[in-house]
């Protein structure tokens, strides 16, 4: 007969799933645990993924995105926004165990015609109050830009007329 012997289904250990915050606002506040989250802001122009162990304990976590007209700190010269603005605040210790990573959709018309080199991160600095240059992996296809954190501030997308080439990572 060459019947097939039954195989004992292991258990899965059930996987702790990341919190799921979803919103069309531009601002968020929610609490996030050991399990971490993926939020999402206007319509996923703005995805933040807390992987689970970024944070040992229970946390308060508000992200914003902010208007390009209440950003104080001018940009350095030959750069325009290219996305939207974020900010993120977490209550008690500011550095996270594991890496998030972040993912803003920037203005596809506007990277028509340059080269997606041109497009960078930056975050602002509490301490200098200027924007300092993070490296970010882009998809083409989905029109956003990707990059990873151990730390929260406020972040931009910014296109320079010239190559950041000559700018050095922070």
Aim: avoid cysteine; charged fraction near 20%.
């Amino acid at each position: 007969g060459g019947g097939t012997t039954p195989t004992t289904p292991t258990t899965p250990t059930t996987p702790a799933t990341q919190k799921n915050i979803t919103t069309i606002e531009k601002k968020v506040t929610d609490t996030i645990d050991s399990q971490g989250a993926i939020i999402n802001l206007e319509n996923g122009n703005v995805q933040i993924d807390i992987p689970q162990g970024a944070f040992s304990s229970e946390r308060t976590i508000t992200v914003k995105v902010i208007d390009h007209s209440d950003i104080s700190v001018p940009l350095p010269p030959n750069i325009k926004f290219a996305g939207p603005i974020i900010s993120i605040d977490l209550s008690g210790e500011d550095k996270l165990n594991v890496p998030a990573t972040i993912t803003l959709k920037y203005d596809q018309q506007l990277l028509k015609n340059i080269e997606s080199s041109r497009l960078a991160a930056f975050y602002l600095s509490e301490d200098t109050k200027e924007w300092l240059y993070r490296g970010i992996s882009i998809n083409k296809e989905n029109g956003t830009a990707s990059f990873n954190t151990s730390r929260f501030s406020t972040y931009a997308l910014l296109l320079n007329s010239q190559n950041f080439g000559d700018i050095k990572d922070a």
